[in-house]
């Protein structure tokens, strides 16, 4: 029996887990080992399931086959509210929980008028922190439902001189 792996993020769970899929397995069958990782007492609410960086909350369902590598996200919500702050000047744009902060941060270059070289050098913190998310974290892990929305600054990245 051949197995795929599929990682799942969640603002239910601590860090990335990492699930063995039967290959072939159904997407209901994806469905509840996804559910399995998370707490009991959550699973009575209303859990949706995200592809990474997909904008339609149906995709899983439109999935032929579960491929090996696929990237799942298990949250509360289904949109999220993020504001962005920059050069005295802010942004805001909803998003699914499924949204890497990869892709915020591109959303938000765009958005300030940051040429791509220039916003190479800058990076995601969250406001009134000194906490820079990983770029491939998804949005959904850094917001815990009820609450709905975060707040970045977009700050100039660490240099490394040497």
């Given at each position: 029996?051949?197995?795929?792996?599929?990682?799942?993020?969640?603002?239910?769970l601590?860090?990335?887990?990492?699930?063995?899929?039967?290959?072939?397995?159904?997407?209901?069958?994806?469905?509840?080992?996804?559910?399995?990782?998370?707490?009991?007492?959550?699973?009575?609410?209303?859990?949706?399931?995200?592809?990474e960086?997909?904008?339609?909350?149906?995709?899983?369902?439109?999935?032929?086959?579960?491929?090996?590598?696929?990237?799942?996200?298990?949250?509360?919500?289904?949109?999220?509210?993020?504001?962005?702050?920059?050069?005295?000047?802010?942004?805001?744009?909803?998003?699914?929980?499924?949204?890497?902060?990869?892709?915020?941060?591109?959303?938000?270059?765009?958005?300030?008028?940051?040429?791509?070289?220039?916003?190479?050098?800058?990076?995601?913190?969250?406001?009134?922190?000194?906490?820079?998310?990983?770029?491939?974290?998804?949005?959904?892990?850094?917001?815990?439902?009820?609450?709905?929305?975060?707040?970045?600054?977009?700050?100039?990245?660490?240099?490394?001189?040497?």
């Amino acid at each position: 029996m051949t197995m795929t792996q599929v990682f799942l993020q969640s603002e239910l769970l601590k860090d990335i887990e990492v699930l063995e899929i039967e290959e072939g397995a159904s997407k209901n069958a994806v469905r509840q080992a996804c559910l399995a990782r998370i707490a009991e007492v959550h699973l009575g609410e209303m859990l949706f399931l995200f592809i990474e960086d997909d904008d339609d909350e149906d995709a899983i369902d439109k999935v032929d086959t579960i491929t090996d590598g696929l990237r799942l996200h298990l949250h509360r919500l289904k949109s999220i509210t993020v504001n962005v702050r920059y050069a005295g000047r802010e942004a805001h744009h909803t998003f699914r929980p499924n949204t890497t902060i990869a892709r915020v941060k591109r959303w938000a270059a765009h958005e300030f008028g940051v040429t791509p070289s220039d916003a190479a050098e800058l990076m995601l913190q969250l406001s009134g922190t000194d906490t820079r998310p990983d770029p491939d974290l998804h949005l959904g892990c850094l917001v815990k439902a009820p609450q709905d929305s975060v707040c970045f600054d977009l700050v100039p990245a660490p240099r490394v001189n040497g």
